[in-house]
């Protein structure tokens, strides 16, 4: 890493600390968590819908399942059935593992279907963002804008000291503005990556050479922390994606800052999160 970089490392770590009081981490892993992270899009939240019914129906068959395997292996064994029937076929139990799974594949696709289409049908957007996947870190740029900036991970007691999570945290966040759709082109310069995050529903491939096109609307404002998600070499683990949901009105400001110097930008950012009326807003 360049000396100059390092310099910006530093800043961002310092801003960032001065951020984290005021900015509510929602999506972030808990220990233990069982479910999904609570949505922030509408897709993910549609996710979280299609989850719900699917739970309880493939459960449904794996009890089904085990309990016709155990009662086969109590019933049938040679010594509870030494002399085994000669049964070769019953019309009504083959209706019923035809009809039945059939059912319940319709059950299943017709949301299935819905939820493709709502998470690849691009609604118009207010703002695009190009990300960049590379060894090992993100890159982000602006389209129409100059603002245009790489994230790194921050180092684990760089992290601490900024509270915010180890290994997921990241000298700079990807801004963007609540409630508006924003559209993500993604890409890489060196091998295949991919920019996923869980809070928004969002995993998609970064292939050199491809510009693949996903989207969200993020509705709450928050920190929110994604990972690469396609083994990319030997750091991949360490190749973390952090965006910062704010109001639009934060957002223009850091806008304008960005375009001109991503760390003033940066403590801009840090100065607005931290002014009493936004600290009033937030604990109301």
């Known amino acids: 890493m360049s000396m100059v970089k390092g310099f910006q490392c530093v800043i961002g770590v310092l801003t960032l600390g001065l951020m984290a009081p005021a900015m509510a981490i929602a999506g972030q892993p808990v220990d233990w968590q069982l479910n999904f992270q609570e949505a922030a899009t509408p897709v993910m939240e549609n996710i979280n819908a299609f989850h719900n019914l699917m739970l309880p129906i493939i459960t449904a068959i794996v009890i089904l399942v085990l309990g016709l395997l155990v009662w086969v292996m109590v019933r049938y064994n040679r010594k509870a059935n030494p002399n085994p029937s000669r049964t070769s076929h019953n019309t009504f139990v083959e209706v019923v593992w035809t009809v039945v799974p059939i059912l319940i594949l319709v059950v299943v696709a017709i949301p299935s279907l819905r939820l493709l289409y709502f998470q690849d049908r691009i609604p118009e957007a207010d703002l695009t963002v190009k990300t960049i996947g590379y060894q090992w870190y993100w890159g982000y740029e602006y389209p129409g804008t100059d603002i245009s900036f790489d994230a790194l991970m921050l180092e684990r007691e760089d992290a601490e000291a900024a509270d915010l999570p180890a290994l997921l945290a990241t000298d700079y966040a990807m801004v963007v503005p609540v409630n508006k759709t924003v559209k993500v082109l993604v890409t890489a310069s060196d091998v295949i990556h991919n920019w996923a995050m869980p809070a928004f529903g969002i995993k998609m491939d970064a292939v050199p050479g491809r510009l693949n096109e996903t989207?969200?609307?993020?509705?709450?404002?928050?920190?929110?922390?994604?990972q690469c998600s396609e083994l990319c070499g030997v750091r991949h683990a360490f190749m973390p994606i952090m965006v910062k949901v704010v109001s639009e009105d934060v957002y223009e400001q850091w806008a304008v800052a960005a375009a001109?110097?991503?760390?003033?930008?940066?403590?801009?950012?840090?100065?607005?999160?931290?002014?009493?009326?936004?600290l009033a807003a937030k604990a109301d």
């Open 215 to 226: 989207w969200f609307r993020a509705e709450k404002e928050g920190l929110y922390y994604g």
């Open 260 to 278: 001109e110097d991503i760390d003033e930008a940066q403590a801009l950012l840090a100065r607005l999160e931290n002014s009493p009326t936004k």
